[in-house]
């Protein structure tokens, strides 16, 4: 079957670490890939889009990785503060016309 | 508006009851979607508009749900007879649709909070 994963328990870190998120799916060849971010209460923010073609993105402290191959994203924020506490979700092109979206991470950052 | 803005934030409402939730997109972008989140889970996708093209509705989970997007703008999702399994938090989302659907960001509303009692 079709299937988005993302680790479902929370991950939490000390300040100052690095926070590494997975994204793995199943049985898609997406062209496109997002993150976003949701506060508790809100919508989901967007964070980055990377393409098939794309090994790497990165915007400030933030990093998506995108193996075809492996069929993974890997997200990473570096020197993470307790402001980036938060879910984090991945959205994939599946072929629909809407991204599918994984049900997210949690991120706790400790000061 | 400056965001997407939905309204009510928050409603509660009886079982077997149909509900009405709004959705008014960024200014100027002409494609809107609809998805369902549950405690806990990932968003799932409802129902797509891109301009004046037939909408995207395979992601509606029975006949009790339809939507519809009046003028290219103002969209309502409307959800009758209402079931406990409806409880969730519907999000709207908009963008340009100058894109394909899948290549552009996603600017999303807070969302509405169903209760169904």
């Known amino acids: 079957s079709q299937k988005i994963e993302q680790n479902s328990e929370a991950l939490n870190i000390q300040e100052g670490k690095t926070a590494t998120l997975t994204c793995n799916y199943t049985?898609?060849?997406?062209?496109?890939l997002q993150w976003y971010r949701q506060d508790p209460g809100r919508g989901p923010v967007f964070l980055l889009l990377?393409?098939?073609?794309?090994k790497e993105k990165r915007k400030e402290r933030l990093k998506v990785t995108f193996d075809t191959t492996l069929k993974q994203s890997l997200f990473h924020i570096t020197a993470s503060q307790p402001a980036d506490s938060a879910t984090y979700l991945c959205a994939l092109d599946t072929g629909r016309r809407a991204l599918t979206f994984g049900s997210g991470t949690r991120l706790q950052v400790q000061p | 508006g400056a965001g997407v803005s939905q309204s009510p934030s928050n409603k509660v409402t009886e079982k077997g009851k149909d509900v009405e939730l709004r959705c008014d997109p960024i200014s100027g972008h002409t494609a809107l979607y609809w998805y369902r989140q549950s405690l806990g889970q990932g968003l799932e996708f409802l129902i797509y508009f891109q301009g004046n093209s037939a909408p995207d509705k395979s992601g509606l989970p029975s006949d009790r749900f339809s939507a519809e997007r009046t003028g290219g703008s103002v969209s309502t999702l409307t959800i009758q007879r209402t079931q406990q399994e409806d409880s969730a938090v519907y999000l709207c989302?908009?963008?340009?649709?100058?894109?394909?659907?899948?290549?552009?960001?996603?600017?999303f509303g807070s969302g509405t909070q169903l209760s169904v009692l």
């Open positions: 049985n898609y060849s997406p062209a496109y």
């Open positions: 989302a908009s963008t340009p649709g100058r894109g394909s659907s899948t290549n552009e960001k996603l600017f």
């Open positions: 990377i393409r098939e073609n794309e």
